[in-house]
């Protein structure tokens, strides 16, 4: 198995951009978190799914991020403008659902720098 | 509102000396409690987690968590420290009922280890 894989595992982006970070959740795994680590405010869950579809996306910061899970193997977090306040790391986990709220598993996150 | 609290920034002890973590939990029932740990540039992965029955709980590495409910506390523990468990260390709780798979996660405890 090969983990939950995130990718890109670094993105430098000008202030504007649009950003795209990817993650390939466990097979198997019926749910998929995305987290935001930053010094300030620590590990955050921005949204969660089950079989695909967002349960509670109460974290997400405001309207320029947004999440996707179009199939059960793939999820997108979109950042669309960017700014240097999204700068952190981001990280994706995934469990099944018979190992809640065990069963985490995380990836390697994706560390994401807006200048 | 459920909240985690590790009063502890940054940690450092000797080798082969003891180590323990503290973390505090603000929950209105036992929740479930977690510890985890990040080495540099990696993802979290689970050390031990407590649900139900005894209060000491071992883990992976060496580690075991002791859960006060009178102190609301779940502090972290290891007889002797190796230089390689120098790393981040986080607490985390998870509600009751647990599927909904939410964890709230403490700022962290930076641990470093002298020779």
């Known amino acids: 198995d090969a983990g939950v894989i995130q990718s890109p595992r670094h993105e430098v982006t000008e202030m504007g951009q649009e950003v795209t970070l990817r993650c390939k959740p466990i097979?198997?795994?019926?749910?998929l978190f995305w987290y935001r680590q930053t010094m300030m405010r620590g590990l955050e869950l921005l949204i969660y799914f089950n079989n695909n579809v967002p349960i509670d996306d109460s974290g997400m910061p405001e309207d320029r991020f947004s999440a996707k899970m179009p199939n059960a193997s793939f999820s997108t977090l979109k950042i669309q403008p960017s700014e240097p306040r999204d700068s952190a790391v981001y990280f994706c986990?995934?469990?099944?659902?018979?190992?809640?709220?065990?069963?985490?598993?995380f990836g390697s996150g994706t560390r994401l720098t807006v200048v | 509102a459920q909240s985690v609290t590790q009063p502890d920034i940054h940690i450092t002890v000797s080798e082969g000396a003891s180590l323990e973590l503290r973390c505090n939990y603000s929950y209105g029932a036992t929740p479930y409690l977690f510890w985890y740990v990040q080495s540099p540039g990696q993802g979290l992965q689970l050390l031990l987690k407590y649900f139900s029955g005894d209060t000491l709980v071992q883990g992976i590495k060496g580690f075991e968590a002791e859960f006060k409910r009178s102190q609301s506390s779940f502090n972290l523990r290891k007889p002797s420290v190796h230089w390689s468990d120098a790393a981040e260390y986080f607490c985390?709780?998870?509600?009751?009922?647990?599927?909904?798979?939410?964890?709230?996660f403490g700022q962290g405890t930076t641990l470093q280890v002298k020779p």
């Open positions: 097979s198997g795994h019926d749910y």
């Open positions: 985390a709780v998870g509600a009751r009922p647990g599927n909904t798979g939410k964890l709230i």
């Open positions: 986990a995934s469990s099944p659902m018979d190992s809640l709220p065990y069963g985490y598993t």
